[in-house]
């Protein structure tokens, strides 16, 4: 994941652009998950429940990884 992903999600008309930037992050209540890149990134990423377990070392794993990749998209 990276920059790809990105670049794909301009070719996906699906995405609603920049929607992620005028939201609170409670995705369990938002209507608008199927168009949404943030949170379709996030179930590919934290896909199962070890991933969300915040006492789990494959959540700070998962968790550092997305935080590289950001830091290589800046
Ligand atoms: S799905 Fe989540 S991240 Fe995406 S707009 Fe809704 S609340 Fe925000």
């Known amino acids: 994941m990276g920059n790809d992903v990105f670049e794909k999600n301009g070719e996906n008309s699906k995405h ?3 929607i992620y930037n005028y939201c609170d992050r409670w995705c369990e209540r938002c209507p608008f998950t ?3 890149l943030n949170f379709e990134m996030s179930e590919e990423k934290f896909d199962d429940p070890q991933s969300r377990d915040l ?4 959540f700070w794993e998962k968790l550092g ?3 590289h ?4 998209m800046l």
């Open 16 to 18: 609603i652009s920049g």
């Open 65 to 67: 990884e997305t935080l």
């Open 34 to 36: 199927s168009r949404c």
């Open 55 to 58: 006492n789990n070392e494959a």
């Open 69 to 72: 990749e950001t830091l290589t």
